[in-house]
């Protein structure tokens, strides 16, 4: 639906503001894609519940504001010390920030590389080699789907931008802490992800999201994960904004043969969060695995909406989603999986389970299969339901209080998800906020 | 009875079959022992006309008839029944409606009617008590949820009810406890008689105690490389398979 | 050597068996839709005011809506002005009185397709409503149950001798304004059977419908409204077939079932319609809308299709659950074979307290069908302790087949328990080869499986058509493995 011309016009006027601004402004190419998209955006507009794909997604309260991009700050708005929140204990990465969209240098940790991996600020990449950066950029992202992501492409300010070349194996993570700054309501920043991999690469990217105040800004993510053949990426994404914020991202990833991609996302902040991953198994033998955890409360949003696409014969494909809804929480999942007539012996299976634990509380779960194989292994199962009446009499038989046991039961519906990540630390810190989320505080050991 | 020459046949272009010659005489047992990967299944299958090998040379040649030549169904309906090593699982039929219609197919091929309700349920009842079969079993889908024992009896339940001329038992003892083994070969047993032949494909002798074999052979690199009575199957346990491959290298076989 | 699934590829196709014209004289409307046709319509059945009036609001609303799209389906557009909407065999002045005044071309035909209408060749316990074209042209034992109250007639027949049962529950569960077919059904259906179960009444026989399109160009839009009385029971049976014709033919007919309070319906179709030809020429488009209300405590609605023809079938018979302990079921297969396409499934809406629902739907694709299942379980907020179970299935048979699961599930109160389950295979080379093993042919062995894999829905069909259904499968599949 084409944008309200109010819409278009606050959008056309912020752009001309920060044009020259904006990284590869002086790169034709650039201007030009900047340029297409904000004429793509202002043709789409937001997308409506009439969209199928948004249909329990009502991004109206996005659509009804304007929301500025952030300027770059005059000064380090931030201090080392201000880090602390947000990183993970006892895990030894590479560290890049970006405060509000752009990134801060002297936050970043980025020694010992090894040779051939080229970790940095997308922005920097652009002025250091806008040949290589152009060859990779926009080949996934979802420009055509929906007006957010062609919006991130006019607007998009910095990102990690992750490269690797053939076998080259990053050892240490990298993690990357999108953080805003702003305390004002309608700011928005357009964080823009790339992430490429050489054959046989491996690396582990871990990326947070999270505000230092609680205003209702708009962060509006794009990311493009093109992996080489037989490469691997784990990749990671803590969505920990405000209760107020928007927060729209959306994630092409490309898995050719013999490649693996491993995704989890963990969503326990934001107003409204809209989390899309569009995966093509390219290639024989491809592997794709996106596990998800949303734990809500109060009037927050949370919608997964997965595409897998099985192009190729051999493929594999997991999605586990789990999530848990107290207050006036509404969660969406909307996984699909479409197996075209060449992707013999896919192998695809969708979960999501759901717990409601309060009047208010809705889940709206769509798992899909779309198949023209015939042999093919495919799945899916979804659950929308409580904590079991029988394990709940069980532990309060063995003396425990029904709130310790209902807080113990949700904790394990929730830890099932968390099991599947492979950094110990991350593991840790997430089990610890889950704790301190669902038990109020109390440790799971002083429980049992 | 049946009369393998020089056989040959491959499976993704992989020789396994390398001139297996073989001849069973009507009534008799013959044991197929050899170790892992030399051809047993493989040579069951082929007489069973399952999809996937290629037959690169020889002949077989079944009561008169060139067996590779049928349909596999054909060759079931003409006397061949295998009993599997992993019988498989078809969720929602019963297995009393499996047996049905595969007892009507072999009897309309004999030129027999179909044998109604009543007198099919009657055989069907008195065959299980071969194998100690309850009735329930009648009615579960085929092989689904059976355990390895169930499905192993259930087997030769088909055995008992079909009246095969050739039973071939493929890999039967395996999954087996000392029980259901006895049950099985007590089964078995029930079933040897004048015009009936078995080939009794296994790795371990255990099961020859119980269904004794008039003869004994080791398939051996795709070959028959060593027959001979029961005292040979005795002898393969003692020692196992490895002198049988040393004595084929000694004499350059 | 022998073969396995290859022997399948030489499976012969069986034609469709019904696919013969019965020439018969037909009062038929030119084709085109206007205020006119249906003031035409209306007025050839001596109808009341008040129903002209609903044709003339459903009309006009349809002309404000577009046809829907989200199907997945893929259809030419139909020409709704080529149709036409209304045809019947001629009649010799008034309607018949008895089987002895209806054509003897027409029994004819019903004996051909197995249904003898003759009371006396009937199997017991199966009454007859027979519909060809737009028109129901027979109702057998109508007297034995008249004498226990229930009203089993022809739509027109009810609306002449029972308005006010017709008045009251028309639209009621599917109004005029539900869906763009809907409404065009609204407007323009012709006939179809109506049911009244009277309080406490068991209904001794299963009633049956048996749908005929026969006359060229014409669309069947026919309207079957069934209604149980508080603590009623009726088992339905629908039957559909239709002639080979090249060119497409429109079936849009609406269903409206009401369960009061401890009431129970049983609604089983078995849907032969035409499917087109190997290269998909021809076959009718089956856009239908069938919907259930369970309106009082304890009330039970259970839907059980066995859909094998048809070019395309779109539809979703649905259940609202609003009396509190209310049931609702839906058990389907529906199979696709050449260029067929079936988007099917069911829509439960939890509305009561406690109520509880089962949703089993086996899919099955051959050849170049598409099949897809599309359902909703909706939990409302009141709906305290509502319960859903859904399995999908689908099994492929061939690999330019498709099979496709789109449920759609909302919650909106914590104590719902919802689970759906979803599988997609195919049948094995292991699972033929043991059967060929045992001397069974490969044709027999696909039959076999497909039916165990369908045996979850046929269970529920009454007996003569479980039967019937499992023969029509084996039929509907010949010709498609490869």
Avoid at chain 1, 156 to 173: H, Q, S
Avoid at chain 3, 244 to 264: G, I, T
Avoid at chain 3, 391 to 407: K, V, W
């Amino acid at each position: 639906m084409e944008a309200a011309a109010e819409i278009k016009d606050h959008y056309r006027s912020d752009f001309e503001r920060l044009r020259d601004g904006l990284p590869g402004g002086r790169i034709p190419w650039m201007k030009r894609r900047r340029e297409a998209a904000l004429a793509r955006f202002a043709a789409q507009g937001f997308p409506t519940v009439r969209d199928e794909a948004w249909k329990y997604t009502d991004t109206g309260v996005i659509a009804r504001r304007t929301f500025t991009t952030a300027s770059p700050p005059a000064r380090a708005a931030l201090a080392r010390g201000d880090l602390a929140a947000f990183t993970i204990p006892g895990l030894d990465c590479h560290r890049l920030v970006f405060v509000d969209g752009r990134i801060a240098p002297e936050l970043c940790d980025l020694d010992a590389l090894p040779a051939g991996a080229a970790v940095g600020g997308l922005a920097a990449a652009l002025e250091g080699d806008a040949a290589g950066v152009e060859k990779l950029l926009g080949r996934l992202a979802d420009d055509d789907g929906n007006g957010f992501a062609a919006l991130n492409t006019a607007f998009m300010t910095d990102g990690v931008c992750l490269r690797l070349a053939d076998g080259v194996a990053l050892e240490r993570p990298v993690h990357v802490l999108h953080l805003s700054t702003a305390d004002t309501d309608g700011t928005a920043v357009h964080p823009r992800n790339l992430v490429a991999l050489g054959r046989g690469s491996r690396a582990v990217l871990i990326e947070t999201y999270a505000g230092l105040r609680e205003a209702a800004g708009l962060t509006n993510v794009q990311s493009e994960v093109l992996l080489g053949e037989g490469a691997e990426l784990e990749h990671y994404k803590l969505q920990q904004e405000s209760a107020k914020t928007f927060h729209i991202a959306d994630t092409g990833v490309h898995v050719p043969a013999g490649a693996r991609y491993r995704a989890h996302g963990i969503d326990a902040g934001g107003r409204l969060v809209r989390n899309g991953v569009r995966v093509r198994i390219d290639g024989a033998g491809a592997e794709c695995e996106l596990n998800g955890l949303y734990v809500l409360a109060g009037r927050q949003h949370v919608d997964n909406h997965t595409v897998i696409d099985h192009l190729k014969p051999d493929g594999v494909s997991r999605e586990f989603f789990k999530g848990v809804l107290e207050g006036h929480a509404r969660s969406v999942f909307s996984g699909k999986v479409i197996v075209h007539p060449d992707a013999q012996h896919t192998d695809a299976r969708q979960t999501n389970h759901n717990l409601l634990l309060s009047e208010n509380a809705e889940a709206d779960t769509r798992p899909q299969l779309e198949i023209y194989a015939d042999d093919v292994k495919c799945a899916h199962g979804a659950t929308v339901g409580q904590l079991d009446p029988d394990a709940l009499y069980y532990l309060q038989s063995r003396a425990i209080d029904e709130d310790a046991a209902r807080s113990l039961l949700i904790y394990a519906f929730a830890n099932d998800v968390i099991g599947r990540l492979s950094l110990e630390p991350v593991r840790s810190y997430l089990e610890r906020t889950l704790t301190e989320r669902l038990l109020h505080g109390r440790r799971v050991e002083d429980l049992i | 009875m049946l009369s393998i020459r020089n056989l040959q046949a491959s499976v993704d272009g992989k020789p396994i079959l390398k001139g297996l010659s073989l001849e069973i005489g009507k009534g008799e047992v013959h044991a197929i022992m050899g170790p892992n990967g030399s051809g047993k299944s493989t040579l069951a299958h082929i007489l069973a006309g399952r999809d996937g090998y290629q037959v690169t040379g020889g002949e077989v040649i079944y009561r008169g008839k060139d067996l590779l030549d049928m349909p596999t169904e054909e060759r079931a309906r003409e006397g061949v029944f295998l009993a599997f090593q992993y019988p498989v699982e078809i969720p929602g039929v019963s297995n009393i409606y499996l047996l049905k219609a595969a007892l009507n197919a072999v009897r309309k091929h004999r030129g027999e009617g179909e044998l109604d309700a009543m007198d099919f349920l009657k055989l069907v009842k008195e065959r299980m008590k071969l194998v100690e079969m309850d009735e329930q079993f009648l009615y579960r889908p085929v092989n689904e949820g059976f355990s390895g024992g169930e499905k192993k009896r259930n087997e030769i339940l088909q055995m008992a009810v079909l009246q095969p001329s050739l039973g071939i038992l493929d890999e039967t003892d395996s999954g087996l406890d000392i029980d259901a083994l006895r049950v099985v070969a007590n089964g078995v047993n029930a079933l040897r008689g004048p015009e009936r032949s078995l080939m009794v494909v296994t790795h371990y002798q255990r099961l020859l105690d119980y269904i004794v074999p008039d003869h004994v052979h080791v398939l051996a690199g795709g070959r028959i490389v060593k027959s001979g009575d029961r005292s040979l199957a005795l002898e393969l346990e003692r020692r196992g398979y490895g002198w049988i491959e040393d004595e084929l290298r000694a004499t350059g076989s | 050597m022998a073969s396995g699934t290859q022997n399948l590829d030489e499976l012969i196709g069986k034609e469709y068996e019904h696919g013969f014209v019965t020439e018969l004289e037909a009062d038929t409307v030119p084709p085109g839709l206007d205020e006119d046709v249906i003031r035409a319509i209306s007025a050839k059945k001596g109808e009341p005011e008040f129903m002209l009036e609903w044709r003339l609001k459903a009309y006009r609303h349809w002309t404000t809506m577009r046809e829907p799209a989200w199907a997945h389906v893929h259809y030419p557009p139909v020409d709704f002005q080529a149709i036409s909407y209304y045809s019947a065999p001629k009649a010799k002045g008034e309607g018949p009185k008895s089987l002895d005044e209806v054509d003897p071309k027409l029994l004819e035909t019903y004996n051909k397709l197995g249904i003898p209408l003759k009371e006396q060749e009937m199997l017991a316990g199966v009454a007859v409503d027979a519909v060809f074209d737009s028109v129901s042209v027979a109702t057998t034992f109508k007297d034995k149950l008249g004498a226990l109250g229930i009203i089993f007639c022809s739509f027109s027949e009810a609306v002449r001798n029972h308005p006010e049962l017709v008045r009251k529950y028309l639209g009621s569960v599917v109004p005029y304004t539900d869906n763009f077919y809907a409404s065009l059904n609204s407007a323009v259906f012709s006939d179809g059977s109506f049911v009244y179960v009277p309080k406490g009444v068991r209904c001794p026989m299963e009633l049956s419908t048996y749908f005929r399109i026969n006359a060229q160009n014409t669309g069947q839009f026919e309207r079957t409204l069934i209604v149980a009385d508080e603590g009623a029971y009726v088992s339905y049976l629908e039957g559909c077939t239709a002639p080979q014709r090249d060119e497409n033919q429109l079936h849009a007919a609406v269903v409206e079932l009401v369960a009061l309070k401890d009431a129970q319906i049983k609604y089983s179709t078995v849907q032969n319609w035409y499917p087109g030809d190997e290269e998909g020429r021809g076959g009718i488009y089956n856009f239908v809308t069938k919907r259930g209300a369970c309106r009082g405590e304890n009330a039970k609605i259970s839907w059980t299709q066995v859909e094998t023809g048809s070019a395309i079938t779109w539809k979703y018979p649905s259940v609202l659950l609003e009396g509190d302990n209310a049931v609702g079921e839906f058990y389907s297969v529906a199979l696709t074979n050449n260029l067929q396409q079936a988007d099917t499934g069911t829509k439960m809406i939890h509305i009561g307290r406690n109520t509880r629902s089962t949703i089993i739907s086996k899919g099955i694709s051959a050849g170049r069908g598409q099949n897809a299942y599309r359902g909703l379980v909706k939990v409302l907020k009141g709906a305290e302790d509502a319960r859903n179970y859904t399995q999908c299935d689908s099994l492929l048979i061939g690999h330019r087949c498709g099979a496709h699961t789109f449920p759609y599930i909302e919650v909106k109160n914590p104590s719902a328990k919802v689970e759906h389950e979803a599988t997609t295979s195919k049948i094995s080379d292991d699972q033929l080869y043991y059967c060929m093993q045992r001397g069974i042919s490969a044709e027999d062995a696909v039959s076999m499986i497909v039916n165990g894999f369908c045996k979850e829905v046929f269970k529920e069909l009454p007996m003569e058509f479980a039967v019937e259904a499992q023969k029509l499968l084996g039929i509907s599949l010949e010709g498609s493995v490869g």
